[in-house]
């Protein structure tokens, strides 16, 4: 019913930057929280970043001032920026979207299938 594409992940010499995009499409009716999430190998799932319906965003302490989240709610996508990248930062990344389908549904959560995201030293 809902599905979750990332794109934009790839290679990047520590230091450098990447943006991400998740779009969001079918059946949706309202979109409540977006957020990214990462994990390494090895390494439970993290939340990397948050942004509310509202705009409000929150992120882990490892990425304040260097990662930006924001949404185009009008399109339904949400972005990652991510700037000085850190060969610690490495890590599949996955968008989830919190989703109505219609205006008598439970919100439900869906997810991306991850884009792999490689900083070099």
């Known amino acids: 019913q809902v599905q979750l594409v990332e794109s934009g992940g790839g290679l990047v010499q520590a230091g450098g930057s990447l943006r991400l995009s998740c779009a969001a499409s079918?059946?949706?009716?309202?979109?409540?929280?977006m957020r990214w999430y990462r994990q390494a190998p090895g390494k439970q799932r993290e939340l990397v970043a948050v942004?509310?319906?509202?705009?409000?965003?929150d992120y882990v302490d490892s990425v304040k001032g260097r990662f930006t989240i924001s949404r185009d709610s009008a399109q339904n996508t949400v972005y990652l920026q991510m700037s000085s990248l850190k060969p610690e930062d490495t890590a599949v990344y996955y968008c989830?979207?919190?989703?109505?389908?219609?205006?008598?549904?439970?919100?439900?959560?869906?997810w991306g299938q991850g884009t792999q995201v490689t900083v070099s030293s």
């Open positions: 942004v509310s319906s509202t705009g409000m965003t």
């Open positions: 989830n979207a919190v989703v109505a389908t219609d205006s008598h549904s439970y919100y439900a959560s869906y």
């Open positions: 079918g059946s949706i009716f309202s979109i409540n929280a």
